[in-house]
């Protein structure tokens, strides 16, 4: 099935005017950005909505701006436009860089930032790199609601998140990172479409002395959500990042995942793949740490 079910398109112009017609239509509505996870799953008739709600032509919300020790970038943001933004480069290495891996070209003209992450794809890139960054998600909701929730609290279980019906995610922040930190996004991506088969997003901060003073890690495509790998965050803090020290704290990235099998690959499989890809990026983040 390659059509989708019939219906009704509308244009919102503002944010208030997006969560209006939201509320209007109930579970009826969905909100339509960037359309690339959204329409292959109506036309496969997975999902049915009676009405979308595009939020493509809402001013000011695909910006990328600084401020006073953040980073913050508009929900609609394209993935192009992060991978090529120079301010994200500086700060934020592994999120254009893991951006340039997602789909093609043409994936990347349209998906969203908070598309992905609203979506929140098990084998999606985004979310694993935002959790990774401890970025803070901006909602809007009903009755001029307003919210941040950090991205530890956001992403709940398969394609479920924190998002309240009629709720919009408008915002990403990021804050600035301490000197002497590296980032760096590995995967093993599925040949055709490029989602992650296993993904790692990795950050670490070296204090004066060279060992590790903080460490975020997380493993993506292996499980059913994003996951933070505590267990290998915890054997790298106050250590210096030796490859011996990172290959035996990578050993750990799979512990606690829930994780899924598919014809990509199986449970162990994925196991495995996450200790890889676990050891590369945070050796890659050391190095640009260092
Ligand atoms: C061929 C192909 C290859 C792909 N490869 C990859 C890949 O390698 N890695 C990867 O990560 N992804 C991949 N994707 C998915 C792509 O990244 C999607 O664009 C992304 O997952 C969703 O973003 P979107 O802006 O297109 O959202 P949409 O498809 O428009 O929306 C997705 C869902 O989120 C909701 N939503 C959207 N925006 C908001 C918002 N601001 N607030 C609240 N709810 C919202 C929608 O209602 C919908 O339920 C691929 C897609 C295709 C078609």
Redesign the pocket.
């Known amino acids: 099935m390659s059509i989708p079910a019939a219906f009704d398109y509308h244009t919102a112009t503002s944010v208030d005017e997006a969560i209006t017609l939201l509320q209007q239509y109930g579970d009826e509505a969905?909100?339509?950005?960037?359309?690339?996870?959204?329409?292959?799953?109506m036309k496969m008739r997975l999902?049915q909505p009676a009405h979308l709600v595009d939020?493509g032509r809402i001013h000011g919300?695909s910006h990328i701006t600084e401020h006073t020790g953040m980073v913050a970038v508009g929900?609609?943001t394209t993935?192009s436009k992060i991978e090529r933004s120079d301010l994200l480069h500086k700060h934020f290495a592994l999120l254009p860089e893991g951006t340039a891996?997602?789909?093609?070209q043409q994936?990347r003209n349209?998906?969203?930032i908070?598309?992905?992450i609203?979506?929140s794809?098990p084998?999606?890139?985004?979310p694993g790199i935002v959790l990774a960054l401890k970025g803070e998600i901006l909602?809007h909701g009903p009755n001029q609601g307003r919210r941040v929730i950090k991205a530890d609290d956001f992403f709940k279980d398969l394609f479920a998140t924190a998002?309240q019906p009629g709720?919009?995610?408008?915002e990403v922040r990021f804050a600035m990172p301490p000197a002497r930190t590296g980032s760096a996004y590995t995967k093993l991506?599925?040949k055709a479409?490029?989602?992650?088969v296993v993904g790692c997003a990795a950050v670490v901060s070296l204090g004066g002395d060279g060992t590790c003073s903080s460490a975020s890690v997380v493993i993506t495509g292996a499980g059913v959500k994003p996951t933070r790998a505590s267990a290998v965050e915890a054997a790298l803090v106050g250590k210096k990042l030796d490859e011996a020290t990172v290959a035996a704290a990578a050993s750990h990235a799979a512990d606690g995942l829930e994780l899924v099998e598919d014809i990509h690959g199986s449970k162990a499989y994925r196991a495995q793949m996450a200790t890889v890809m676990a050891k590369r990026a945070i050796l890659k983040a050391a190095e640009r740490a260092s």
Request: overall charge negative.
């Open positions: 969905k909100v339509l950005a960037g359309g690339h996870s959204l329409l292959p799953t999902a939020i919300l929900a609609m993935y891996l997602i789909g093609d994936v349209r998906g969203t908070g598309g992905s609203a979506h794809d084998a999606a890139d985004m909602v998002l709720e919009i995610v408008t991506a599925n479409s490029h989602y992650a």
